[in-house]
């Protein structure tokens, strides 16, 4: 099976950076992705990163390491609008098919 | 972009009753699509893998018989909660693959649906 672990709340200043760690243990890894979730509402995809390093979407970065089992989301220039939550996403073939694991979710509180 | 849609976005119904939940991909076709469920403050559960013309994949726990999808179209898929029960209160959210995009990101990229607030008295 596969198991995920990220914080379970964080909070930020505005204009802050604020950085999401995601650890993570299965078999078959192909990936890791990125959603952002606001309250009452649907997932949406932020990023994926199926080699090590960083990808740079505008104020939203991600990370991984594979050799780690580590990724991370970086948020920049932090915003109001950017309280929601995380939630980290393994992609893996551990149960004989591909699919998407999503880990327990960050909730991100950004403050004045 | 893609979109994807779920009807109803909310249900209230009575305990023993069935209730019928469509997702569409409005502007583009999906071979495969994502039932999940969320419970309030949780993750999102992956409970099945709706393949167009073919039979579900279920999670280990989710009874097929009770949660009865049917993929019969591109387009279209249905999840029916059978005999519903207050335990099955919770957010179902669809999810649907683009088939057209390629490459090493398209897989992992889900659209996902508004979601229905599922209640059973």
């Known amino acids: 099976g596969q198991s995920l672990e990220q914080p379970s709340e964080v909070t930020a200043v505005e204009g802050a950076i604020v950085q999401i760690n995601c650890t993570y243990q299965t078999s078959g890894f192909y990936g890791l992705s990125w959603y952002q979730q606001h309250d009452g509402g649907a997932p949406t995809f932020l990023s994926y990163n199926a080699l090590d390093g960083l990808e740079e979407t505008g104020r939203f970065s991600s990370f991984l390491s594979r050799s780690d089992s580590y990724g991370y989301l970086l948020l920049q220039e932090l915003q109001m609008k950017d309280s929601a939550s995380y939630f980290c996403?393994?992609?893996?073939?551990?149960?004989?098919?591909?699919?998407?694991?999503f880990g327990i979710g960050t909730k991100l509180q950004v403050i004045p | 972009g893609a979109v994807v849609s779920q009807h109803p976005s909310r249900v209230i119904c009575k305990s023993g009753t069935s209730v019928k939940i469509e997702c569409r991909s409005l502007?583009?076709?999906?071979?495969?699509m994502f039932w999940y469920r969320q419970f309030p403050k949780q993750s999102l559960m992956l409970m099945a893998t709706?393949?167009?013309?073919?039979?579900?994949?279920?999670e280990q726990g989710v009874e097929k018989d009770k949660f009865l999808i049917n993929h019969a179209s591109l387009t279209l898929s249905t999840l029916t909660v059978t005999s519903a029960h207050p335990e099955d209160s919770s957010f179902y959210i669809c999810s649907a693959r683009d088939l057209a995009s390629g490459g090493e990101s398209s897989y992992n990229e889900q659209f996902f649906g508004p979601g229905t607030r599922l209640t059973v008295l």
């Open positions: 502007d583009f076709q999906a071979t495969t």
């Open positions: 996403a393994v992609r893996d073939d551990s149960g004989g098919y591909q699919k998407v694991t």
């Open positions: 709706s393949n167009e013309g073919s039979k579900a994949t279920y």
